[in-house]
């Protein structure tokens, strides 16, 4: 008798496990990845624009492909935009499906982003205007960056529940965390971008 018991009361806590809902919250673990990939791609971006010079800063390789200051410019205001939508997400109430919603999409950001996987069109707030100057974007990019550092250092807001749809099909709903590690995957990805218009044939010496 006490043997079935035992095996009752086993049976009730794993249901009681597996019915428990997911942790909204960021880990210890999420937040420092987050902060890992922000300093990672801003010292890769600082590197690769801390030799160019205005006459390479505005050097396009063909029609319709954007110069090294595009890129950098494209992935600031992306950096205003991205953040836009966490705190969109977050002023919004939770999402009870977000669980279920969003389930591996940030393993899938990290994937596609930073290799580059898929083609898009940029959003015409973020395409750029090709007029920002290297210094005036790097001082943007400090003030967008330092904000968005600070945010993930401190913020207490249980950001896997609160959602905001993302325009493309291919990510559909996305979290407050995945729209906030989405900044510094983009900007890795960009990188990428800025580094081949650097050995694209022509490139001024």
Not at 45 to 65: I, M, Y
Not at 110 to 122: D, F, H, I, L, Y
Not at 172 to 182: G, K, M, P, S
């Amino acid at each position: 008798m006490k043997y079935k018991s035992l095996l009752a009361s086993v049976a009730t806590a794993a249901l009681v496990i597996a019915a428990a809902p997911p942790n909204p919250n960021m880990t210890t673990e999420d937040r420092a990845k987050v902060l890992h990939y922000l300093d990672q791609s801003e010292q890769q971006f600082k590197e690769l624009t801390a030799d160019v010079n205005p006459e390479q800063w505005k050097w396009r390789p063909a029609p319709g492909k954007w110069s090294v200051g595009e890129c950098a410019e494209h992935i600031v205001l992306a950096e205003d935009l991205l953040f836009a939508n966490v705190e969109k997400a977050i002023s919004l109430p939770p999402n009870p499906e977000w669980a279920t919603q969003t389930k591996g999409k940030t393993e899938f950001l990290e994937r596609v982003m930073p290799n580059r996987m898929g083609k898009a069109t940029a959003p015409e707030a973020i395409v750029p205007s090709g007029t920002w100057t290297k210094e005036e974007t790097m001082a943007r990019l400090e003030k967008a960056r330092a904000r968005t550092r600070k945010f993930t250092e401190t913020t207490q807001v249980a950001l896997m529940e609160h959602t905001v749809e993302h325009p493309f099909p291919v990510f559909n709903t996305l979290n407050a965390y995945q729209w906030l590690i989405y900044i510094p995957l983009h900007n890795i990805r960009h990188n990428g971008q800025l580094a081949d218009v650097k050995k694209a044939d022509g490139y001024p010496k």
